[in-house]
């Protein structure tokens, strides 16, 4: 299955539901567009929803880090939300688990990002 995005809004926080394979080409593609829409209408504060991603790979990785770098270059944040399964491995091999807040719950991401806490409950 190719990626999908799919946004939806929690009060001042965007949730990006990603679902697919995540991968060089067309799955790479869906994050850097949806991230880059997203900015481009001031949508700042970002959850990036990983629970229905079967697939990772250096391509798509590298899109979410570049969707952390071009979002917080402009004063916002994005935190991650259900890594699991390969993604959660692939994320501790590299150590990426240092640079993003990840969180197991939607509700705890959403109050994290409105209190705008700095740790993750992960």
Excluded: C, P, W
């Amino acid at each position: 299955m190719s990626a999908k995005a799919t946004v939806r809004k929690a009060g001042r926080v965007t949730i990006v539901d990603l679902a697919g394979r995540i991968v060089l080409g067309d799955g790479s593609g869906v994050v850097r567009e949806t991230i880059k829409n997203l900015v481009a209408s001031g949508q700042k504060e970002i959850l990036l929803n990983l629970r229905d991603v079967t697939y990772l790979d250096s391509a798509g990785l590298g899109e979410i880090v570049g969707a952390f770098a071009t979002v917080t270059n402009q004063g916002g944040d994005v935190r991650l939300l259900h890594t699991q399964g390969k993604v959660k491995d692939l994320l501790t091999i590299t150590k990426l688990y240092t640079v993003f807040r990840a969180y197991d719950s939607e509700a705890t991401a959403l109050d994290a990002m409105s209190a705008g806490a700095g740790t993750a409950t992960a």
